[in-house]
């Protein structure tokens, strides 16, 4: 059984930042794809930035040079410092991990989701 668990998030004020932090517990893993979604009320979910392997980041245009997207592979962990917050980066926001993991039997395909960090960026 794949979880993930989520960290971080809160309330900032704009020209703030916040680190949010996304774990995969339950075993052992083979990653494909990391990242974060993030969805602001009456929004579709978009991507924030993933890591496809472990080296092909991917981020979203609105976030380029203020988000940073971050790995720790002995940690199964991923990390999104977020700086230079505007209101508009409001939202909740979704760690999802796609991949493989051991089950002590063979390799099973994963594709899990964050149960979501609220960010509110206000003055």
């Known amino acids: 059984q794949v979880q993930l668990v989520e960290s971080g998030g809160g309330l900032v004020r704009p020209g703030g930042s916040l680190r949010l932090s996304c774990a995969a517990v339950g075993g052992n893993f083979m990653f494909r794809l990391r990242g974060w979604y993030r969805q602001a009320p009456g929004k579709q979910r978009e991507l924030v930035a993933t890591v496809f392997d472990r080296s092909t980041f991917n981020y979203a245009d609105s976030v380029k040079g203020r988000f940073t997207l971050s790995r720790d592979d002995a940690r199964n962990t991923v990390y999104l410092q977020m700086d230079s917050l505007r209101v508009e980066d409001t939202a909740a926001y979704y760690c999802?991990?796609?991949?493989?993991?051991?089950?002590?039997?063979?390799?099973?395909?994963?594709?899990?989701w964050g149960p979501g960090s609220q960010v509110t960026v206000s003055s």
């Open positions: 999802n991990f796609k991949g493989k993991f051991w089950n002590g039997r063979g390799w099973i395909e994963f594709d899990e």
